[in-house]
């Protein structure tokens, strides 16, 4: 009996060197594509992401982090915040899968959102399903983040939430560029002109918080601007998006984080 279990374990054992020394290309890639991750239950996830390098250290320590609840009865509304001043122009630029997002990068530096005297470059945009913000604690479908920074890297983003419905133009114009780069982490892809302009961002009501980035380092002093039109999107679309994200939880949301008496102002102004 005992000749047989250790023939047994013998066997398994090769098996198992065989599988492991069969792929290591593989393994190593999915160690490589994702430094953190979403899964509640893993020691990349959330919870931990403080914990996985120092310079994340704002993961775990930050006071001021994003994304939050949006609640409407604690909002502080307000009209003096003038209608987004955002000046974009059409751009070359980079689809990347980043194995935890798909990100578009453009190429100038010619599309900026202005916030009183600073003018904040609009760098990327990203998607993230669901939504990370919600408005009275209720989550949608998907959240698209505009990322800007000034040349000291003061860093300004403004949010769009969609719902399930019919298909977002701007992401419709990237649907062969999606299927070709969305089943391979670091994929990336030049799509030509962009521009930004068909996102459509909706300019007059939007709230406005100072709060943090919301993947890894999680640095704050960012300065949200959660536009309140709520867009549609396509099952298909949200679906092409997510096949990159290749962990266990099927989501690229961070959870809610505590808002600390932070002042969030709705701006309601009257385009
Ligand atoms: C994070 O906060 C803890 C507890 O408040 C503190 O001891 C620690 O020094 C902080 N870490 C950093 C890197 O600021
Ligand atoms: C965009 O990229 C193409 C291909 O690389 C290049 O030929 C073209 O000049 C670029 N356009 C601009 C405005 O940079
Ligand atoms: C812009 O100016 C307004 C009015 O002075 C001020 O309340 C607000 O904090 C400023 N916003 C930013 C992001 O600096
Ligand atoms: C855009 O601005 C950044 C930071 O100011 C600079 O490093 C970069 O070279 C600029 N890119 C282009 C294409 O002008
Ligand atoms: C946060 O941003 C404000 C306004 O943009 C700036 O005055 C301040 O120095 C920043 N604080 C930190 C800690 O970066």
């Given at each position: 009996m005992a000749k047989l279990a250790s023939i047994v374990l013998i066997f398994s054992l090769i098996t198992t060197l065989v599988l492991l020394s069969s792929c290591p290309a593989m393994s190593q890639e999915v160690e490589d594509e994702s430094e953190f991750n979403y899964d509640e239950g893993s020691d990349k996830g959330p919870q931990n992401w403080g914990n996985i390098k120092p310079e994340w250290f704002m993961c775990k320590n930050g006071t001021k982090q994003s994304p939050i609840d949006l609640l409407n009865p604690t909002v502080q509304i307000v009209s003096n915040l003038g209608a987004l001043q955002i000046n974009y122009k059409p751009s070359n630029a980079t689809l990347k899968n980043r194995g935890h997002d798909i990100m578009l990068e453009l190429s100038s530096n010619s599309s900026y959102l202005q916030i009183n005297e600073t003018q904040y470059v609009l760098k990327q945009l990203h998607w993230h399903s669901p939504s990370e913000h919600t408005i009275d604690g209720q989550r949608f479908d998907l959240e698209l983040h505009l990322v800007h920074q000034t040349p000291s890297e003061k860093i300004a983003v403004i949010g769009i939430l969609y719902r399930i419905g019919k298909p977002d133009f701007f992401l419709s114009l990237l649907k062969e560029d999606l299927e070709a780069i969305s089943e391979s982490n670091g994929a990336e892809r030049e799509v030509?002109?962009?521009?930004?302009?068909?996102?459509?961002?909706?300019?007059?009501?939007?709230?406005?918080?100072?709060?943090?980035?919301?993947?890894?380092?999680?640095?704050?002093?960012?300065?949200?601007?959660?536009?309140?039109?709520?867009?549609?999107?396509?099952?298909?679309?949200?679906?092409?998006?997510?096949?990159?994200?290749?962990?266990?939880?099927n989501s690229n949301a961070r959870p809610l984080q505590p808002v600390n008496g932070r002042l969030v102002q709705l701006n309601k102004y009257r385009v």
């Open positions: 030509g002109m962009v521009d930004p302009n068909l996102i459509a961002v909706s300019r007059g009501q939007y709230y406005r918080y100072i709060g943090s980035l919301t993947t890894p380092p999680c640095s704050e002093n960012v300065t949200w601007t959660i536009v309140t039109e709520i867009k549609c999107v396509s099952t298909e679309q949200i679906q092409l998006l997510r096949t990159a994200v290749h962990d266990k939880s």
